[in-house]
């Protein structure tokens, strides 16, 4: 099925070239859809134009995850909540029933062409797509072929509101399979996919694309995408470069470029930059997008979209500093939301009775009995929780005392509850990458917490979890406790001066993440965000190394100092060593010497001319690829 786009993806060629080709061959766009169907804005208002959405992530935005983000919102505005599936293989999604079954479930038997549609007497929802409790929803694809992503989409069409095209996937798996961002230089292929779906599936599709290296090219990219029936752009305001300890800062203003000279009636949601739950407004406020997305402040908070409770109204789930300056979700309450939606929907059965969270004031005698450190007694804990009496001890094979489990599942009859599907079931993989996530800091201060989890691996084996669960309520209701014996000097004082007097140091430096610690620092025992240091910050700890070819720049300009050079000839080629880490490779420098600008002005000269390709368009002969501007920002990652 591949098709002569798919293999012919030039890996250097412009986004920019191919984009005026695109705009040449425009008269020739195909038809409009066959089926009648909303579109843009108007599909935006059928959907009930939310304003937050939970981003698509690669096995990490499955149905319990959804679930537990919708939660945190009362009742009448969790159906307001985009949310997107993760991002799915086209091909595989089309080839392979095992991975097709392994991560979107909407009904329970095998997704087919022919499996029960909405509206069908014999269909029955199962979890994904389920029009009751997990809509709005959008499946996104990655592909590079037009009839395996058509394809994929005809399966989950009945089952989801749109089908997203993700373009801005930047990671090696991606290059090595030509899809995702890396797709940015072949604007033709682009159009080409989302055209198809636009003209063929009886639902909306979307796209989700990275900036690129200046505002007018990204416009144009924009275009390309929404002339070839894009209803909804989303735009991750970093570029394709910005991963890892290079992620950096994502450029609000390029998005507010494209509000600006974009048609009004386009729908765009930003990305990027979202740590809490005031950025979400601040984000909207700037960038003037109609939606904002969240990926990793959502895995760190699913509460993120939640509009904290009023003072004095927290409950027992929603910890506040004594000042009141700080406030967020309990690790302990937001683990066991997390386990008792995966209980009632994935292991189909009801969660355990627990003992009411615990808070200051309440009885302690439950923290003086020993701990539960393995599954062996995490059965009878439960038991214990709801009062109910002890489940007797059967000799097992080896003559060792044991205690039946009924926390796992073992009901043969139900493919779903099968051992071999659990294992499989995309809820329950997913779900130590999730809990790292959610207890990122407490297991900085409770490592004996982290082996547990290290150790759990797979959701399918609960009680693990239940253990681990154990020992987060125990560990929280201790640091609650000191809390309030040192009248709230626990909380880490010492460390929140020193982020003080960093930030005080760093007011002027657009390329500190002192003020964003800072701000978003909170005791261990409450869920936030994982904030990456700046590029410059990760160079300096050395989590970020420089390449051969930075380090031999950076070696020459020792040299030149050690020879008398000017000092700034020498500070120019110091500032490109380092700057071209954060970007392509290319710096501007400040300032110049005469002989570095003759020698520009001849490599200008003498750069190939663009030339025109077999069907018109100009063949691309520059990368994309280019230096990462950061902008000035009170936000880190996200």
């Known amino acids: 099925m591949a098709s002569p786009s798919a293999t012919t993806v030039p890996s250097a060629a412009s986004a920019a070239a191919s984009l005026s080709a695109t705009e040449a061959n425009a008269t020739t766009t195909p038809q409009a859809p066959k089926k009648t169907k909303l579109h843009g804005r108007a599909f935006y208002e059928s959907i009930g134009s939310p304003k937050y ?40 999604f089309t080839e392979a029933p095992k991975y097709r079954d392994s991560h979107y479930q909407p009904i329970r038997g095998p997704l087919t062409e022919n499996s029960p549609r909405p509206g069908s007497p014999d269909y029955v929802p199962f979890l994904d797509g389920n029009p009751s409790i997990d809509r709005s929803l959008f499946v996104q694809f990655c592909a590079n072929d037009p009839s395996y992503l058509l394809s994929a989409a005809k399966l989950v069409a009945p089952y989801c509101d749109a089908v997203d095209l993700n373009l801005g ?65 989303t735009v991750h305001g970093r570029r394709r470069e910005q991963k890892g300890h290079q992620t950096g800062l994502a450029d609000w203003e390029y998005i507010r470029y494209l509000r600006e000279n974009l048609p009004k009636e386009t729908v765009i949601f930003a990305n990027g930059n979202i740590l809490q739950y005031s950025d979400l407004e601040k984000c909207l406020e700037t960038t003037g997008a109609d939606g904002v997305m969240s990926a990793e402040g959502n895995l760190s908070d699913p ?33 066991r939301r997390y386990m008792d939606i995966l ?10 009775v627990r003992r009411t969270l ?9 923290l003086e009995k020993p701990t539960i450190t393995s599954t062996e007694t995490t059965t009878t804990q439960c038991q214990n929780n709801s009062d109910e009496p002890p489940r007797k001890k059967h000799k097992s094979a080896n003559g060792t005392a044991s205690t039946p ?70 560990k929280v209701a201790q640091g609650l406790l000191e809390y309030e014996r040192t009248d709230g000097a626990s909380f880490d004082v010492e ?65 030149k100092i050690k020879n008398g050079a000017g000092v700034v000839a020498a500070a120019g080629a110091a500032v490109a060593a380092v700057a071209s880490v954060f970007g392509g490779g290319k710096v501007k420098k400040e300032e110049e010497t005469k002989e570095e600008v003759n020698k520009d002005k001849a490599a200008e000269e003498a750069a190939p001319v663009p030339v025109a390709g077999e069907d018109g368009a100009e063949t691309a002969v520059e990368s994309l690829e280019a230096t990462t501007s950061y902008p000035k920002s009170e ?4």
Not at 314 to 326: A, H, L, Q
Not at 343 to 352: A, D, F, I, R, S
Not at 635 to 638: A, C, I, R, T
Request: hydrophobic share 35%; glycine share 4%; net charge neutral.
């Open 635 to 638: 936000l880190v990652s996200g």
């Open 169 to 233: 996937c930047p990671q090696g798996i991606a290059k090595r399979g030509q899809y995702g961002s890396f797709l940015q230089e072949n604007q033709e292929l682009i159009f080409e996919l989302i055209n198809t779906l636009h003209n063929e599936l009886d639902i909306p599709v979307t796209a989700k694309i990275r900036i690129l290296e200046t505002k007018e090219a990204t416009l144009k990219y924009a275009q390309n995408v929404l002339r070839a029936g894009a209803s909804i752009l």
């Open 495 to 559: 460390e929140l001066e020193t982020l003080m007097k960093e930030t005080e140091e760093s007011q002027n430096d657009p390329e500190s993440s002192a003020k964003a610690r800072r701000e978003n620092k909170r005791p261990w025992w409450v869920v936030q965000p994982i904030i990456r240091p700046l590029p410059k910050e990760a160079l300096a700890k050395g989590a970020l190394q420089l390449s051969k070819k930075e380090l031999k720049a950076q070696a020459a300009t020792a040299e």
């Open 405 to 474: 489990s009924t926390s796992t599942p073992t009901d043969t009859t139900n493919p779903h509850l099968h051992p071999k599907t659990l294992q499989t079931s995309p809820n329950l993989v997913s779900m130590q990458p999730h809990c790292f996530h959610l207890l990122r800091h407490f297991v900085t201060t409770h490592t004996d917490v982290r082996d547990m989890l290290a150790r759990a691996r797979n959701g399918a084996d609960i009680l693990k979890y239940e253990a681990i669960l154990s020992q987060v309520e125990r």
């Open 303 to 335: 509460g993120l979209f939640a509009r904290p409770p009023p003072v004095g109204e927290e409950g027992r789930e929603y910890w506040r500093s004594k000042d009141g300056s700080r406030g967020g979700w309990r690790v302990d309450a937001v683990l």
């Open 343 to 352: 209980y009632k929907y994935v292991l189909e059965q009801e969660p355990p």
């Open 53 to 92: 959405i939970v981003a698509p992530m690669v096995d990490q935005s499955e149905f319990a995850w959804r679930m537990l983000t919708r939660s945190f919102l009362p009742a009448e505005e969790q159906h307001k909540l985009l949310c997107y599936t993760p991002m799915f293989h086209a091909r595989l």
């Open 358 to 366: 615990f808070m200051p004031g309440d009885d302690v005698t439950w």
